[in-house]
């Protein structure tokens, strides 16, 4: 298995513009996780899914962020508009049920300007 | 919110000395995980510890877990250059409904001396 694929690595958006970061988890794990990542404030959890349904998204910052999971192996995080307090890196991970541990992918270094 | 610390916030030694990080948390947990982030990527897993554990051994890594006090230790024994990373304590503050949802700490930063 690849493990966890995000995409794009690193995007620089203008302040306004939509952001759409994706990710492939790793097939047969039923858990879902998007966090962010940034020095004042670490690791976040923005959202998570199990089985493609959002169970908790009480980290989502903004109506502005949103977060799909049509499939088992895709997922999308939307920021829309973007500011440049949203710069940061974007990680995905998976994982197979609760108490096992995450793969995460290799996150998306977010900048707007 | 934070629910797990790491002390110290860094760790600078030389190679070959063993390498200790501390955890602390505030709430009950069902199991505590460490990870490991090197510069620029991604979170790799390193070890996870129950929260009815001890104890636990992987290679070079020991892990303890002191439920009593809400906190845990990573040793690194035998250090090499490439275990300089940062390391990060998470913990599952498990919602009432029993859904998963690690929470991580702000990392101890590791740097191996050559």
């Known amino acids: 298995d690849a493990g966890v694929i995000q995409s794009p690595r690193h995007e620089v958006t203008e302040m306004g513009q939509e952001v759409t970061l994706r990710c492939k988890p790793i097939?047969?794990?039923?858990?879902l996780f998007w966090y962010r990542q940034t020095m004042m404030r670490g690791l976040e959890l923005l959202i998570y899914?199990?089985?493609?349904?959002?169970?908790?998204d009480s980290g989502m910052p903004e109506d502005r962020f949103s977060a799909k999971m049509p499939n088992a192996s895709f997922s999308t995080l939307k920021i829309q508009p973007s500011e440049p307090r949203d710069s940061a890196v974007y990680f995905c991970?998976?994982?197979?049920?609760?108490?096992?541990?995450?793969?995460f992918g290799s996150g998306t270094r977010l900048t707007v300007v | 919110s934070q629910q797990g610390e790491e002390d110290p916030q860094a760790l600078s030694i030389q190679e070959g000395e063993n390498a200790t990080m501390n955890c602390s948390y505030k709430?009950?947990?069902?199991?505590l995980q460490w990870y490991r982030q090197n510069s620029g990527r991604g979170l790799v897993h390193l070890i996870l510890?129950?929260?009815?554990?001890r104890e636990k051994h992987s290679g070079r890594l020991r892990v303890t877990l002191d439920t009593s006090k809400k906190s845990s230790s990573l040793l690194i024994t035998a250090s090499r250059a490439a275990d300089t990373a940062s390391y990060f304590c998470?913990?599952?503050?498990?919602?009432?409904?029993?859904?998963?949802?690690?929470?991580f700490g702000q990392g101890t930063r590791l740097t191996i001396n050559p």
């Open positions: 709430t009950s947990i069902n199991n």
């Open positions: 097939s047969g794990h039923d858990y």
């Open positions: 510890i129950r929260s009815n554990e």
């Open positions: 899914f199990n089985n493609n349904v959002p169970i908790d």
């Open positions: 998470a913990t599952d503050a498990a919602p009432p409904k029993g859904a998963q949802k690690l929470v």
């Open positions: 991970a998976s994982s197979f049920y609760t108490g096992y541990g995450y793969t």
